[in-house]
Each structure stands twice: as structure tokens, then as C-alpha cells.
């Protein structure tokens, strides 16, 4: 293969050839080897303003932390307030606790507790509990006024008084059913109980 001779030529040719074998030189090198660098510049630069706008966002959430603190402790309370009033579970030993604390306030006796069988509704279930009592008219309304006190929701229905004959400390005797409710599902309470 013959060489290029350059040796007899002007400068200006050995300048020229120059010139074009470092355009083709750069040409190779920028089409096959550096344009993979270049993608993966371009791929790292947009992987790091993903990476920064996350961190802006986190900087925000964090510069709000202590709201959303403060939203939650306050969404809590509000849940346990309304769990008390709308609890979802029977909760059959505070009830009774609460009830006991009543007679042990008034001058009244249980004769029957007895827990019926829970009416499914929309969202929440009924769940009556029969009561007979003997005392005074007196002592029954304190007892009902005591009982619309509770944090619970408790409501009074089917309510019948009748005198008592015998003579002794108790004037009447009510029968009623207590109904409260349980937000959600519950199981069906076991046998009442006659306290007599």
C-alpha cells in the first residue's frame, strides 16, 4: 500500500490531513464511545433532580411534622371520646360495675340484669338489657337521672311501675330495658343473670 507522502507537499496539506483525522477520530469517539457516558450523565443528572424534589418534599413534611403530630394526639382524643360514648366492644364488667355503683348510691335492689340477644343495624348493633328494680319513685328518677350521666349512650325503654303491697323500704317495682349500643359487629351476650 502506497503511503501518504506528505514529506514534498505545502505545510497547509500535512495541516489538512490533520485536521481531518482528529474530526474522524473525535467523530468515532463521540458517536461509540462517549455518547453511552453522555446517556449516563444525562440518566444520573435526572435521577438526581428526582432525588432533590423528594428531598424538598421530605423537608416539607418534616418542617409540618409537628402538626401532624399535634392533628393526631387531637384525632386520638376525639377517638377515645367517642369511644366511650359509642364503644366497640360490650363491655358487659363496666356496665355492670357502673350499675352496682348506682344501687350502691340509691335506695333501690336489682332483682333482674338480664343481657337479650343484639339487633344488627346499619353500622351498629342494639343491645338491650332487661331490669326489674324495686325502691321509691324518688329513688327510681334519681337512678334514671344517674344513668343519662354515663359517657355511654344508654336509653330506657318498655318501662311499667307497679305498686308494691308489702309493707318494707321499697314502694315500687320497674320493670324496663336498658338499650346501648356497639359501634360495628358484636357477639351475642351469654344468659342473663337474675340477681335475686
Known sequence: M?????????????????????????????????????????????????????????????????????????????????LRILPTAMQTDEIIKKIKSLTERGAFRFVTFQPQAFAKKEFYSEW?????????????????????????????????IQGIDKPGPYTIVSNFTMKTFIYGTAEQPGVGRKTR
Open 128 to 160: 338491650p338489657i332487661r331490669v326489674q328494680l324495686e325502691g321509691t319513685y324518688h329513688e327510681l328518677a334519681l337512678f334514671f337521672d344517674r344513668l343519662s350521666r354515663f359517657s355511654r349512650i344508654i336509653n330506657v325503654e318498655s318501662m311499667a
Open 2 to 82: 502506497a503511503g501518504l507522502e506528505l514529506e514534498n507537499r505545502p505545510w497547509y496539506v500535512a495541516l489538512i490531513v490533520g485536521l481531518i483525522i482528529a474530526g474522524g477520530l473525535y467523530w468515532a469517539s463521540d458517536t461509540y464511545w462517549f455518547k453511552g457516558i453522555r446517556k449516563d450523565i444525562a440518566k444520573r443528572s435526572s435521577d438526581l433532580e428526582t432525588l432533590k424534589q423528594k428531598v424538598r418534599e421530605g423537608k416539607a413534611a418534616e418542617a409540618r411534622l409537628a402538626q401532624f403530630r399535634e392533628e393526631a394526639e387531637r384525632l386520638d382524643t376525639e377517638l377515645q371520646r367517642l
